[in-house]
């Protein structure tokens, strides 16, 4: 009896989503509630799981075609073996060529990463990898591709021996030689790349991903509508790093994570909110819808893009706990197994592109937010103080916001506020 699988639900208001990748080809074997595809959707990937136990029988739709909800996508033929379902895989093959047709089948124990570029986002990532009857994670895939290491002979350390990527990063360290030469040639089926008529000129064209299509659409839409304007300001972050290297270790110690600087900014921005409420509101067609909350939107990037997780109700929230949620939406980003209802919403946004060197910025506003906070690195500086040049640990602070809501004196005045509350962290601690 054959089964479909379809589109699951993919949450509040969304409708579609690309088929990114198959995990599993016609006339292999799954098991239920193994992952055959992969989804993505304007915000992250999903993936599709056997509803049963059999033989995949066919693809009905290829990879990067766009996908309703509720759509067949695969049939499974239930209680099929792979061996089985050989006969008609060359049949479904014939019908497409006769020469295709006559390739001998690979044999179906040995495991394999087949290296076939995405039909959208990253153009590095793996289609398919298996190590004993496994199906690797999106993850794991393009880490095997990366280093050139062979899964079947990793160890996994995940859930149910599983590998991580983890265990391929390990594993490429300890294995250099291997990783060398079991590194994938390019595919064949591979997009065309176009080769000019200059030696070594090479381009090649990619589809965007959906999740790339949106965030374009998004912050060209904030542009066009907002009046968009950002002031800056700096800060000596000297008492914050002497706090955090005075007091790391005990508080990695007590709650298991380490502590940065992102939760004394979230937690000094809750304050700054609370004071200067219009830069936590937003417009709603003639209205301004105020919050009594701080959903704040942490900009995280991922392997596909930038994502925006949300820390609901940061307000009451201590600095552990903040970090910890940070630190877990850092790591399900790079998985791809971060949830779409985590992304929704927010009242306003930090984006630190100082992690990856920023000396200053002027971050794009997240709609229907208001304004967004940008920080850059930190580096040392001259300053005055006290009438004597001193070297001071410095970092540029960049607020971007919407002047249709926010004068320019509420803006000055939110970034005044938390470069007060940063440069002395005991104002965190009494509320002022």
Not at 116 to 143: C, F, I, K, W
Request: aromatic fraction near 4%; glycine fraction near 8%; charged fraction near 25%.
């Amino acid at each position: 009896m054959a089964t479909d699988v379809i589109v699951p639900t993919l949450g509040e208001s969304i409708t579609e989503a690309t088929l990114g990748q198959w995990l599993k080809q016609p006339g292999e074997a799954v098991r239920a509630d193994e992952p055959i595809a992969s989804l993505e959707t304007d915000k992250v990937a999903v993936e599709v799981n056997a509803p049963a136990a059999g033989v995949l029988a066919e693809h009905v739709v290829s990879e990067g075609d766009t996908v309703q909800v509720g759509a067949v996508i695969a049939r499974i033929q239930e209680g099929a073996s792979a061996a089985t379902a050989a006969t008609p895989a060359v049949e479904d093959r014939t019908a497409v060529g006769k020469a295709e047709a006559a390739a001998p089948p690979e044999p179906a124990a040995a495991p394999v990463v087949q290296s076939t570029p995405a039909a959208y986002g990253n153009h590095d990532e793996a289609e398919e990898g298996g190590t004993g009857g496994q199906t690797l994670s999106p993850s794991v895939r393009r880490a095997v591709l990366e280093h050139g290491v062979d899964p079947s002979k990793i160890k996994g350390t995940g859930k149910d021996g599983r590998l991580t990527k983890d265990d391929v990063i390990e594993a490429a360290k300890t294995q250099p030689a291997v990783a060398k030469a079991a590194a994938p040639a390019p595919s064949v089926s591979a997009p065309a790349a176009a080769v000019s008529s200059g030696e070594g000129r090479k381009e090649e064209r990619v589809r965007m991903s959906r999740l790339r299509l949106t965030v374009a659409k998004r912050l060209k839409e904030a542009q066009n509508t907002a009046a968009m304007l950002t002031t800056f300001n700096d800060v000596d972050m000297t008492e914050v790093i002497a706090a955090r290297t005075k007091y790391k270790d005990l508080f990695e110690k007590k709650h298991g994570v380490r502590l940065g600087f992102m939760g004394f900014f979230v937690k000094a921005a809750c304050q700054a909110l609370r004071d200067i409420p219009s830069v936590n509101g937003s417009i709603e067609g003639d209205d301004i819808v105020y919050h009594d909350y701080a959903d704040i939107s942490v900009a995280v990037s991922a392997p596909n893009g930038l994502v925006v997780p949300v820390i609901r109700d940061a307000q009451d929230l201590s600095v552990a706990a903040i970090e910890k949620t940070i630190g877990d939406f850092g790591k399900r980003a790079k998985d791809g197994t971060l949830k779409m209802d985590e992304m929704k919403g927010g009242t306003f946004t930090i984006s630190n592109g100082g992690v990856f060197g920023s000396l200053m910025s002027t971050p794009i506003i997240n709609p229907p937010q208001s304004a967004v906070l940008g920080l850059h690195r930190i580096e040392e500086r001259p300053v005055v103080r006290d009438g004597q040049i001193v070297i001071r640990q410095m970092m540029y602070l960049a607020l971007s916001y919407d002047h249709r809501l926010i004068d320019g004196r509420e803006a000055v005045t939110f970034l005044v506020a938390l470069k007060n509350a940063i440069e002395d962290p005991t104002r965190l601690l009494i509320d002022l």
